[in-house]
C-alpha cells in the first residue's frame, strides 16, 4: 500500500477561492479592499518569477497588487524609506520585501523597518515574538500552509508525536510553535541531531525543512505518519540516456517513504504552491485586523 499524495496545488487553489470570497464581502460590506505591496531588488530569476505569480495570484482574488522593482544597487537607506513609506499608506494591508536582497543590504534591518501589522511574511522579530507566546501576530505563510494541510488531513492533532527537521527562523522555529500550539508532542531535529532516524521513525507527523537533498530516508518513515516535505533542492541526475539533467527533490527520500507513509507532499507539487495562497490569506487577516473587522468566513 502506498501513501496518498497530498495535492499542494489543489489545496492552494481552493484557499484562492476562499480568499476571493473573503475579499468580495469585505468590498461590498465595508468597502474595504486589502492592499499587498511586493518590493523586489535586483534581477534575481527565481524572484521574478515568484513575484510576477504573487501579482498575478492577488488580483485574481480581487486584491490591490502594488510593485516595487528597484535596481540592485539601491542604498540600503532608499529601500528603508520606501517600507516607511508603504507603512504609512493606508491602502497598503500588507508589505513582502522579497530575498535574498543583495549583499550591502541588512536583510534583518529590513524586515524589522516593516511596521509588525503589515508584515505578512511573519519574520518580524515581534511577530515571532507573539507566536512563541501564543499571540496574535503574523505567522510565516509557509509553516501556516503546513499546518492548514495537516488538519486538513488529519483533523486534529492533539496528543501526536511530530517531528520538525531543521530549525530555521523561517520554516523550522515557527513550524515547531504551531504544531505545539495544536498540542502536539514536538521534537526539532537538524542535521547533527544524534540518532535521527529513531527520532523520525517514533513520529506521527513528519516535517522536513532542512535543506538537505533525500536527508530523511524512506524508511525512517512510521508505518501510517503523515509526511510534509517542505525542501526544495535543485540536483543533476542521471537521464537514463547516458547524460545529466537537472531534478527538483525534497528533504525526503520520497519513493521509499511513499511505501511506508500514509500521507505525503511531493516535490514539487506539495508544499509550494500553497504558498502564494496562504500570503494571500495573510493579507486579508492583516486587512481585517487593521480594521478592526472580523474576518469574513472563507
Known amino acids: 500500500m502506498t501513501a496518498d499524495v497530498i495535492d499542494g496545488k489543489a489545496f492552494g487553489e481552493n484557499l484562492k477561492l476562499g480568499v476571493a470570497k473573503q475579499v468580495a464581502v469585505l468590498k461590498e460590506k465595508y468597502g474595504l479592499t486589502p492592499g499587498l505591496a511586493v518590493v523586489i531588488v535586483g534581477e534575481d530569476p527565481a524572484s521574478q518569477v515568484y513575484v510576477r505569480n504573487k501579482n498575478k495570484s492577488t488580483k485574481a482574488a480581487g486584491m490591490n497588487s502594488y510593485e516595487h522593482r528597484l535596481d540592485d544597487t539601491v542604498t540600503e537607506q532608499a529601500l528603508l524609506s520606501l517600507v516607511t ?10 508589505i513582502l520585501v522579497q530575498l535574498p536582497l543583495p549583499k550591502h543590504i541588512n536583510e534583518a534591518a529590513v524586515i524589522d523597518a516593516i511596521a509588525p501589522a503589515k508584515d505578512v511574511d511573519g519574520f518580524h522579530v515581534i511577530n ?11 505567522v510565516p505563510c509557509t509553516p501556516l500552509g503546513c499546518i492548514m494541510m495537516l488538519k486538513d488531513r488529519l483533523g486534529s492533532l492533539s496528543g501526536l508525536d511530530a517531528v520538525v527537521v531543521g530549525r530555521s527562523n523561517i520554516v523550522g522555529k515557527p513550524m515547531a510553535q504551531l504544531l505545539l500550539n495544536e498540542s502536539c508532542t514536538v521534537t526539532i531535529a537538524h542535521s547533527r541531531t544524534r540518532n535521527l532516524a529513531e527520532v523520525v521513525k517514533r513520529s506521527d507527523i513528519v516535517v522536513a525543512a532542512v535543506g538537505v537533498p533525500e536527508l530523511v530516508k524512506g524508511d525512517w518513515i512510521k508505518k501510517g505518519a503523515t509526511v510534509i516535505d517542505v525542501g526544495i533542492n535543485r540536483i543533476e541526475k542521471d537521464d537514463g540516456q547516458g547524460g545529466k539533467k537537472m531534478r527538483l527533490i525534497g528533504d525526503v527520500e520520497y519513493d521509499k517513504a511513499v511505501q511506508h507513509a500514509g500521507a505525503i507532499t511531493p516535490v514539487p507539487g506539495g508544499v509550494g504552491p500553497m504558498t502564494i495562497a496562504v500570503l494571500l490569506k495573510n493579507t486579508v487577516t492583516a486587512a481585517c485586523r487593521q480594521a478592526g473587522i472580523d474576518e469574513p468566513e472563507a
Open 85 to 94: 513609506e508603504l507603512n504609512e499608506d493606508p491602502a497598503v494591508h500588507g
Open 128 to 138: 515571532s515574538g507573539l507566536l512563541a507566546t501564543g499571540g496574535k501576530g503574523m
